[in-house]
């Protein structure tokens, strides 16, 4: 397929506001795609390149080249630009790199270019545009959107997916279906004010400890055990204790969720920073291992030899888990059959989470079932502190002992036109390593730098504790943060995760 279609469609997408008139350009689009270069069409559709960020500046992609008088430049030739840039690395690579990338623009018309710029830069990231591009496929390959993104949920991707059911149709979908050892985006949680706003909400629902650690989902095959994050990322080698743990339990075939911690002597849970900081360390593992030993806790089963469990409630998955792993590695929960009867015992064992050092609870309706990949409204999780998801926009040189780092964030929450409306700046709360990460991440991410302000791409989510809001005109959405302070980096999440201004607006 051309990159002109592409560039094409993707500019009436934007232009079109209504989501049925997106939908129906899309499915034209994909209709008449080669199956095999759907996946591609989708990735760059939605500002993404599947080699990830290969580390083209801006000032590369400033230059100017003269455009093509016609369009020739197919998807494929792109990706095949993109993959010999990305291999070109180090030390006397510059001159290929710019070789590559000349000829790839060279190739392109005036449109494309435009379209390439943006995409290489990593400038337009419509993330929300997955949703819609699911939409278009389904209609071009003539499934029912339902069935083709829970087939997409299972299988972890649309590409993949889109190719098969435009290819084979509505067969490839009854292929699809939950495997160990090929990751399931996990279920998510949405908030609650309290533990009684939560009960009221979910009815009966077992109310579990949450612990702030890092998601996993732990797949064992006999003797075959592999460990993904939150993120579908391999880090089997990199928790060793949690597969010779998921080794002693057992059933021989199962996926299980959990999350995984670091604890003191005492029991209680270390820093989420110690934990990120010694799941994020590739090099020694047995040294990180001897530092900071991890312990996985599970509060969930998806598979269990040969049987899915996705659509059973949680009572039932409760079960099972129970009847594959041992007490002490699953997480405490209280199960509240009876919220008027139960409300007293809920708050005790909320006080006595939060008196054991985590960060929370995760209240789950008894009978829901899990809904990979999806925000469902059946788990909710409460916590003490107001904590927002929020996307960096810009970034303020620091003075004094911050000279010469970035410290100053300007912080941004979703509008509904997928632009950010900028809540308020912080520099509180980052610690020395903090800010030498975040100095390093955001020059990658720059734009532009006037010498005092660094404007970047919208990418980097942080997570933010605030006490409130405050009016303000001088902001786009009529609020400020009172005392945000930054409690981590979210490397993890995208920028169409983060938080919307609605929801900002409806915590105050
Ligand atoms: N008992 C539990 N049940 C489910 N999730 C738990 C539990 N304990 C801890 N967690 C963690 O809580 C996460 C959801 O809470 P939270 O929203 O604070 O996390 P997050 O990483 O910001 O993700 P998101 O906002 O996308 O859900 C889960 O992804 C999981 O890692």
Redesign the pocket.
């Known amino acids: 397929m051309l990159l002109a279609e592409v560039a094409r469609v993707s500019r009436e997408v934007a232009e079109t506001s209504a989501r049925s008139g997106k939908t129906a350009l899309l499915a034209e689009l994909f209709s008449s795609a080669p199956p095999a270069e759907a996946g591609l069409v989708i990735s760059y559709l939605s500002g993404r390149l599947p080699q990830g960020r290969p580390g083209i500046g801006w000032r590369a992609l400033a230059r100017e080249v003269e455009p093509a008088a016609e369009p020739t430049l197919t998807v494929t030739a792109v990706d095949a630009a993109v993959t010999e840039y990305a291999a070109l690395a180090g030390a006397g690579s510059q001159a290929g790199r710019r070789r590559v990338l000349d000829a790839l623009l060279g190739a392109a018309t005036a449109p494309e270019q435009r379209f390439l710029r943006s995409l290489l830069s990593g400038e337009v990231r419509q993330g929300a545009l997955d949703a819609v591009a699911l939409e278009g496929v389904a209609a071009a390959a003539a499934v029912p959107a339902a069935e083709l993104r829970r087939a997409v949920m299972l299988d972890g991707s649309l590409a993949r997916v889109a190719a098969a059911v435009l290819a084979d149709g509505a067969a490839a979908l009854r292929g699809v279906t939950l495997r160990v050892g090929q990751p399931v985006q ?1 279920m ?2 949405n ?1 609650a004010k309290s533990v009684a706003q939560a009960l009221a909400a979910l009815g009966p629902c077992a109310v ?8 996993v989902q732990v797949h064992r095959d006999g003797d075959d055990v592999r460990v993904y994050t ?1 993120s579908l990322d391999d880090i089997t080698g990199r928790l060793p204790e949690v597969a010779e743990l998921a080794r002693t339990f057992p059933g021989e075939r199962f996926i299980l ?1 959990g ?1 995984v911690i670091g604890q003191a002597p005492d029991g209680r849970p270390v820093s989420f920073q110690e934990v990120a900081s010694r799941v994020g360390s590739r090099i020694d593992v047995e040294a990180a291992r001897r530092a900071l030993p991890v312990v996985p ?1 599970f ?2 089963v998806l598979a269990s030899g040969d049987e899915v469990l996705l659509d059973l409630p949680v009572r039932e998955r409760y079960a099972a888990l129970a009847a594959l792993v041992p007490e002490d590695s699953r ?1 405490r ?1 209280l199960v509240v059959e009876d919220p008027g009867e139960q409300a007293a015992a809920a708050e005790e064992f909320w006080a006595e989470t939060l008196r054991r050092g985590h ?1 929370g609870v ?1 209240a ?1 309706g008894l009978d829901s079932t899990y809904a990979a990949g999806r ?1 469902g409204k059946h ?1 909710l ?1 409460v ?1 003490p502190v107001h ?1 927002l ?1 929020l996307v960096v926009l810009a970034v303020e040189w620091g003075h004094g002992r911050r000279t010469g780092l970035l410290s100053n964030l300007h912080l941004g929450a979703r509008a509904a036109d997928g632009t950010f409306a900028m809540l308020g700046k912080t520099f509180k709360g980052l610690t020395d390593e903090m800010l030498r990460w975040q100095t390093e991440r955001l020059r990658e991410l720059a734009v532009e730098d006037d010498g005092f302000t660094v404007r970047v791409r919208p990418e980097l989510v942080v ?1 933010i504790a605030y006490d409130g809001l405050q009016r303000s005109p001088r902001y786009p959405a009529g609020v400020a943060l009172r005392f945000a302070r930054v409690l981590r980096h ?1 490397p ?2 995208r920028a169409d ?1 983060a938080d919307t201004v609605e929801t900002v607006l409806g915590e105050g």
């Open positions: 996990p998510l949680a908030t579990e400890e949450k612990l702030d650690g890092i998601r939150r969720d999350e806790y509060f969930d997480v929960r960060e995760m789950k925000r788990w999780k916590k904590t998801d997570e979210r993890d999440k995760e």
